[in-house]
């Protein structure tokens, strides 16, 4: 099961103790999910769509407790794609209809469709929380966040798109954006520490749980993964650094013998000869008494400087 869906089924199961954000909610999800339909005699119902059955049954019991409407659910199976279950909420029609409609938000007065969020639904923080909550059931998604952290709300309208942006960047720390892509507008958050916030508005505590320990475990491997690709350049960067060394040091004895050498550089030199694997600093440990790290690359660039210049010499009397 996807982190998107197990965050949804724990939605759908928290119900408003509060009037106003019970319908909030419910006007959320008709939004998003429903589709008004007309019957033969011009009669107006509503139905809503989901692929979720927890979210079909909040529907359900929010119409009965709000409106005490007739209302119905049917399973119909995918034919083609997922094959998945489709669960129907449907609204049958009835006098009371038109009204329904209006204070969900779907009509205004003139019984015109509204484009945007009615006022009441967000004029208080615990309705926008429910509101933004139905708005996530139904169009809403959350990726896992072992992958790329995103979460996002797909809607037909910009109109509706930005509406939904005003409000959710009503909440501190919160900067959702608008795309378009084809002809939907996607409402979206990339940031994790947005996304979390996120699901800790609209009540997702445990999906917020699972995606920090997610993020930790993700941010203490990519920081081991780092560390690691830095010392493994840091010892090919000694390695290499080692062997460049080894090999002035035998062009020297071959060339003029290590005896020719000032003390202190045929110590090192032969010291590094018997130790080709250790870094300066353990090589300069090794010496008596004790050099620096700083002293031992010191001496070693001037055992290189001897070396270039005797190749030079060579190469110049060669060409003589």
């Not at 929380?129 to 996002?152: D, I, M, Q, T, W």
């Not at 690691?228 to 004895?253: G, P, R, Y």
């Not at 008596?288 to 700083?294: A, E, H």
Request: aromatic content about 6%; proline content about 4%.
């Amino acid at each position: 099961m996807s982190f998107s869906t197990l965050t949804k089924d724990e939605l759908a199961r928290i119900y408003p103790k509060k009037y106003c954000c019970q319908l909030a909610e419910l006007a959320a999800l008709v939004r998003m999910d429903g589709t008004i339909t007309i019957s033969p005699e011009q009669r107006v119902g509503l139905q809503v769509i989901t692929e979720n059955a927890a979210i079909a049954r909040k529907i359900f019991r929010l119409v009965k407790n709000l409106f005490k409407l007739e209302v119905e659910i049917r399973v119909q199976k995918r034919i083609r794609l997922k094959k998945n279950n489709l669960y129907i909420v449907r609204l049958l029609p009835n006098p009371q209809m038109s009204d329904f409609l209006r204070q969900i938000g779907v009509i205004g007065e003139d019984g015109s469709i509204l484009p945007g969020i009615k006022k009441s639904f967000v004029s208080r923080q615990c309705c926008r929380r429910s509101y933004l909550r139905g708005v996530f059931l139904g169009a809403g998604s959350v990726n896992n966040p072992e992958g790329n952290y995103h979460l996002e709300i797909i809607t037909n309208s910009l109109e509706y798109a930005q509406s939904l942006v005003d409000i959710v960047n009503k909440f501190p720390d919160l900067q959702a954006k608008v795309s378009s892509r084809k002809k939907w507008h996607v409402v979206y958050l990339k940031e994790s520490e947005q996304i979390v916030a996120f699901l800790s508005i609209i009540g997702a505590h445990q999906a917020l749980l699972n995606f920090e320990n997610i993020r930790i475990v993700k941010g203490m491997r990519n920081q081991v993964n780092r560390l690691v690709n830095c010392e493994t350049a840091n010892l090919n960067k000694t390695v290499n650094a080692s062997m460049k060394q080894v090999e002035n040091i035998k062009f020297i004895d071959k060339v003029i013998g290590l005896e020719k050498l000032p003390p202190r550089l045929r110590n090192i030199a032969l010291l590094r000869l018997e130790n080709p694997d250790v870094s300066l600093k353990e090589l300069g440990e090794m010496m008596d008494p004790p050099v620096g790290k700083s002293g031992v690359n010191h001496r070693m660039r001037k055992i290189e400087e001897i070396a270039d210049d005797l190749r030079e010499r060579m190469n110049v009397s060669g060409k003589s």
